[in-house]
């Protein structure tokens, strides 16, 4: 079932999740494939155990930056209003797990709001359910954010001459980034279980990609492009020997921590010497396309903007 209306809950953002890992229990990291000696895993495993806090286990338990809050500029536009969409019994049972879901963790809560953008239903190609939010009108009228991604040739033309790789992975990194109070209404979605609306910045709105590469840069503002590289929620780590790898993935680590975020355990690699980034697999000899991964990622999911 459904949760209750929450009509109780405190309007301001909740706090973030508690570490998974207590500080100072350490960490598993993951040095599989990895290019490192034994002594060098050991003493990379030492630098990570001090980081412990920052590794969740699951995307469901990000952190919370209190860096930026995400607004939606629409203008003089008057609130849009849709109706739910038609689901079937199995798009049903999907859609009440993850209101559920997000009424727990504190991400959404039931509201009165004059917006409303309706649940989407995605049947992906490895036969899952995904569970997108069709903001397609609401997109329409937001003032478009012009904020530039890095150029994925440039991004590679930078890692090419290094020889060792670190990767990690912002655990679900939109939910990091709390709504500004006077769009919250904004984000308002409407189901058969409800109406409710966002506390934390979802996924599918237009200016959510440039926000978000936007604080990452400023997170990383003097370490990118000589010490690491970007892209939204991906961040990989490079250098040419074992010493420096250690020194920048410190560097790094600790300016993710400084932002509250939390990064996913699993998706975290260390000390390799070859790294798949961006649909590409890059080593020291050279970089060449990956074999496409299929039923992964939002992109599959994203209603069209």
């Known amino acids: 079932m459904v949760s209750e209306g929450r009509l109780d809950r405190p309007a301001e953002i909740v706090e973030a999740p508690k570490p998974e890992i207590p500080p100072g229990k350490g960490m598993e990291a993951d040095f599989s494939d990895s290019a490192l000696s034994e002594a060098q895993k050991s003493l990379f495993q030492d630098e990570l155990n001090g980081f412990s806090d920052m590794f969740v286990e699951s995307s469901k338990k990000p952190g919370r930056t209190e860096l930026f809050k995400f607004e939606i500029d629409t203008g003089d536009?008057?609130?849009?209003?849709?109706?739910?969409?038609?689901?079937?019994?199995?798009?049903?049972?999907?859609?009440?797990?993850?209101?559920?879901?997000?009424?727990?963790?504190?991400?959404?809560?039931?509201?009165?709001?004059?917006?409303?953008?309706?649940?989407?239903?995605?049947?992906?190609?490895?036969?899952?359910?995904?569970?997108?939010?069709?903001?397609?009108?609401?997109?329409?009228?937001?003032?478009?954010?012009?904020?530039?991604?890095?150029?994925?040739?440039?991004?590679?033309?930078?890692?090419?001459?290094?020889?060792?790789?670190?990767?990690?992975?912002?655990?679900?990194?939109?939910?990091?980034?709390?709504?500004?109070?006077?769009?919250?209404?904004?984000?308002?979605?409407?189901?058969?279980?409800?109406?409710?609306?966002?506390?934390?910045?979802?996924?599918?709105?237009?200016?959510?990609?440039?926000?978000?590469?936007?604080?990452?840069?400023?997170?990383?503002?003097?370490?990118?492009?000589?010490?690491?590289?970007?892209?939204?929620d991906d961040c990989v780590v490079f250098s040419d020997d074992f010493p420096s790898q250690l020194v920048r993935v410190r560097q790094v680590l600790t300016r993710i921590r400084e932002a509250g975020f939390k990064l996913k355990m699993k998706k975290c690699h260390w000390g390799r010497n070859q790294v798949a980034f961006l649909g590409h697999i890059v080593t020291p000899s050279g970089i060449h396309p990956a074999e496409p991964q299929k039923g992964e990622g939002r992109d599959e999911c994203a209603a069209s903007a």
């Open 77 to 232: 536009s008057k609130p849009i209003k849709q109706q739910p969409y038609r689901v079937s019994g199995a798009e049903g049972e999907v859609m009440e797990a993850e209101v559920d879901q997000y009424l727990e963790m504190g991400f959404i809560r039931p509201f009165h709001s004059p917006w409303a953008s309706p649940v989407l239903m995605i049947r992906k190609s490895d036969g899952g359910i995904c569970f997108c939010i069709d903001y397609r009108k609401l997109n329409a009228v937001t003032v478009k954010d012009c904020y530039p991604m890095p150029l994925i040739d440039d991004i590679l033309d930078v890692l090419g001459g290094a020889k060792l790789f670190s990767t990690m992975d912002i655990a679900s990194g939109y939910w990091n980034v709390p709504m500004h109070e006077n769009s919250v209404a904004k984000t308002a979605f409407t189901c058969q279980y409800g109406l409710y609306e966002w506390l934390v910045m979802p996924f599918d709105l237009c200016n959510a990609v440039p926000a978000f590469e936007r604080l990452m840069d400023m997170v990383l503002v003097d370490l990118r492009w000589r010490v690491c590289l970007v892209y939204l």
